[in-house]
């Protein structure tokens, strides 16, 4: 599936990160302390804050747009519900982050259990590599590039995915991955290069056969 | 600097994580190789793509959904009693002290010789009487490799349901769909 020809009627087309200003930070502290304290409110200005980032997280890894908003949903009660074991310890985004990547897993999780769905993504890729074929005659200009990558990037593994999408959608560090996805920097950073090192092949691959087709 | 080395930093310098020293290496070497200067170029493009997709806008209710499935949740966390509060009693609760009180009295009452030979049940030589008095026999006589079977077996169903009840709705459903997917009719 692909987000351009679907949802470029949403796309709002700003820098993810400049949605949320660090000067708010801070606020988190007495609002995440309010909604322990039952606060509907509070929690509901947490959730004005962070929704769009948790979405935008959710819909890359899931690629679905009512799917995400579903699973959107659902990572917000969970973390209304995990308020209480929430100490402190990480940042609220960062702990956020965790239940969404956890919720967009266990997703994922039950689309591979069910396989009448398998069967029916099956189909469609078998479509979406006919189109690829009509494509690679096309010549290649910097926007296809982009579909590409979205494509590709939907068939990577979820944690290499992830990983990509935190650190060029979300803009994080390598340690802020790391706090995230609770595992060490020396992995984070095994999965973000592996993860670029097989777009970049793909990107090869499609050079090669672009070039061959021109020579041909 | 080989170009093994080189293209082992090169993601490294994308992500500036190369001290100084590193990054005029790593400069020095993409100066004079255009094989790791072209890797270094793909690099790019793929950051680049990447960096350039859109923010996708949530739906305009999204937050109203939220915050109605919280306010639910928070509900529900209020009205609902504690799992193993004492009071006030579940209805589960009520049943069941009930039945024991009941079967307490009658337990009581039939030990009364008096009143059992008065009643039409229990009194030795009636129905019932006879069915324990058969079960006893039976159990009696049964071979204690048998009996531990038979009370491992109930145990472990008893067990099961225990588990089942206090698990809540939703792993009963799983557990009654994984079991269901194991069976070999359908």
Request: charged residues 20%; aromatic residues 6%; contains cysteine.
């Amino acid at each position: 599936m692909r987000e351009h020809s679907l949802q470029s009627s949403q796309t709002i087309g700003i820098p993810l990160t400049n949605v949320v200003p660090s000067a708010v930070e801070q606020d988190d502290i007495l609002l995440v302390a309010a909604s322990k304290n039952g606060d509907q409110e509070a929690f509901a200005q947490l959730v004005q804050r962070y929704q769009r980032l948790v979405f935008n997280l959710v819909y890359r890894m899931l690629q679905q747009y009512e799917e995400a908003t579903e699973i959107t949903q659902e990572t917000f009660l969970a973390a209304w519900q995990g308020l209480p074991s929430f100490r402190g310890d990480a940042r609220f985004p960062t702990w956020l982050y965790r239940i969404a990547y956890n919720c967009s897993l266990k997703q994922l999780e039950l689309r591979k259990r069910d396989r009448a769905l398998q069967v029916a993504l099956e189909e469609n890729k078998t479509l979406e590599n006919a189109n690829d074929e009509q494509r690679e005659n096309a010549e290649l200009d910097a926007r296809e590039h982009q579909i590409l990558i979205q494509e590709h990037l939907s068939h990577l593994p979820a944690k290499y995915r992830i990983v990509l999408i935190l650190r060029h959608l979300q803009d994080m560090t390598y340690e802020e991955m790391a706090e995230i996805l609770t595992m060490p920097i020396g992995t984070i950073k095994t999965h973000l290069f592996r993860a670029r090192n097989l777009l970049k092949e793909r990107l090869q691959s499609l050079h090669r056969d672009s070039d061959m087709e021109y020579k041909g | 600097m080989r170009c093994k080395e080189a293209s082992q930093q090169l993601q490294l310098y994308l992500d500036n994580r190369l001290t100084i020293q590193q990054i005029r290496t790593l400069e020095a070497h993409l100066a004079s190789c255009n094989a790791c200067l072209e890797e270094l170029s793909i690099f790019e493009t793929v950051v680049k793509d990447l960096e350039t997709f859109k923010v996708v806008a949530e739906p305009d209710d999204l937050n109203e959904k939220i915050m109605r499935r919280v306010a639910i949740a928070a509900s529900q966390r209020n009205t609902s009693p504690s799992r193993f509060s004492l009071w006030p009693p579940s209805l589960l609760e009520i049943l069941v002290a009930a039945t024991l009180a009941t079967i307490a009295t009658i337990g009581t009452i039939l030990q009364q010789s008096s009143i059992r030979s008065m009643l039409p049940i229990a009194n030795g030589h009636d129905g019932l009487s006879l069915t324990y008095l058969n079960i006893l026999h039976a159990l009696m006589n049964v071979d204690s490799t048998t009996l531990i079977l038979a009370l491992w077996i109930a145990g472990t169903l008893i067990g099961v349901c225990i588990t089942l009840i206090f698990a809540g709705s939703e792993i009963r459903t799983q557990w009654f769909k994984a079991m269901m997917e194991r069976l070999p009719v359908r």
